[in-house]
């Protein structure tokens, strides 16, 4: 079970990531943006990678509180 729970830390700290890049791309040129134009991949990326988080926590508290 320690190593699901690690992996449930490293998964939500890549979803924490992902929301801070995502707040941060205001934040970069106009141009950049355009050229790269990669703002509907990152909140895919977002939706699917915060679904999946909870998801796995939700087995991870069933698990600890269910089973044990």
Do not use: H
């Amino acid at each position: 079970m320690e190593r699901f729970l690690f992996f449930n830390i490293v998964i939500s700290m890549l979803n924490i990531f992902i929301i801070v890049y995502a707040y941060s791309l205001n934040f970069f040129p106009k141009k950049w943006k355009n050229k790269v134009n990669q703002d509907t991949l990152v909140g895919l990326v977002l939706i699917f990678l915060t679904m999946f988080t909870c998801l796995i926590w939700v087995i991870y508290f069933y698990f600890m509180l269910l089973i044990k």
